[in-house]
């Protein structure tokens, strides 16, 4: 069993920053690869990013490329999203989900957060 609980979500203006953060319980965080999807009002889960159990390899959606950065901390069995850059079409709550699969499909993932909030306003 993995808890996840997201935090660090806000309301920030157009070309800000944020930085979300995902705490997950028990000692086998390391044991599962992690990601990042959102949900706008209306519309499907989406994908978002995901990294690689060790952190080495990392996975974007192609409407955040080069924005955002997604990153793990082992020791502190934490991922992060540093969102930079960010459009009002980013509003959406965002989620941090675990899987042992090598996917970015929102099925296959097995443990999820509750979500956080992020608004970008113009």
């Known amino acids: 069993q993995v808890q996840l609980v997201e935090s660090g979500g806000g309301l920030v203006q157009t070309g800000g920053s944020l930085r979300l953060s995902c705490a997950a319980s028990?000692?086998?965080?390391?044991?599962?690869?992690m990601g990042w999807f959102r949900q706008a009002p209306g519309k499907e889960r989406d994908f978002v990013a995901a990294?690689?159990?060790?952190?080495?390899?990392?996975y974007y959606a192609d409407s955040v490329k080069g924005r955002f950065t997604i990153s793990r901390d082992n020791a502190k069995n934490t991922v992060y999203l540093q969102m930079n850059s960010l459009k009002s079409e980013d509003t959406a709550v965002y989620y941090c989900?675990?899987?042992?699969?090598?996917?970015?499909?929102?099925?296959?993932?097995?443990?999820w957060g509750q979500g956080t909030q992020v608004t970008v306003s113009s």
């Open positions: 989900a675990a899987t042992t699969r090598y996917t970015e499909v929102s099925r296959y993932y097995d443990y």
């Open positions: 028990g000692r086998t965080f390391s044991s599962y690869r």
């Open positions: 990294i690689n159990r060790s952190g080495v390899a990392t």
